[in-house]
């Protein structure tokens, strides 16, 4: 009896897994990326809530506009920290209202904004390749005691 010789059924065998996997896969891995970065822009949106509330409230517990403006700076790099978020990518911008930061009564408002990298993009500083650009503020009242 004579081999017989493949049928159009047999020689398709097993392709539909192959075609399964190359095309989830295909499918998935940007479905994951995208997973990955807007937990990375979540995150950063967090970090600079907190870390312009946080400078506030110690911009204002200091003596001078000096010792307020470095304590602030501080905090901000503290809160960065906390979420993963490296403090080089982050800017901080005090404001007074009056001009005078320790007068009592005065509003000092901070603003913290942060760039958000890519994820898993190693040369993005060369193209400016960012995720988003995010910014928070935080006013606090100096008090009358301190």
Known sequence: MPPSSPS??????????????????????????????????????????????QAAKVYVAQPDAASGRAAAEQAVQLALADYGQPAGNASLETSCVPA????????????????????????SDALRLDAGRLSASATQIVGRFR
């Open 100 to 123: 005078d930061c320790t007068a009592a009564g005065s509003a000092v408002t901070v603003t913290v904004r942060l760039t958000v990298p890519l994820p898993f993009v190693p040369f």
């Open 8 to 53: 159009g059924d047999d020689a398709e065998r097993g392709s539909a897994v192959v075609e399964f996997t190359f095309l989830s896969l295909l499918l998935m891995v940007p479905v994951v990326y995208f997973i990955i970065t807007i937990g990375q822009l979540q995150g950063g949106s967090f970090a600079v809530v907190g870390a312009a509330d």
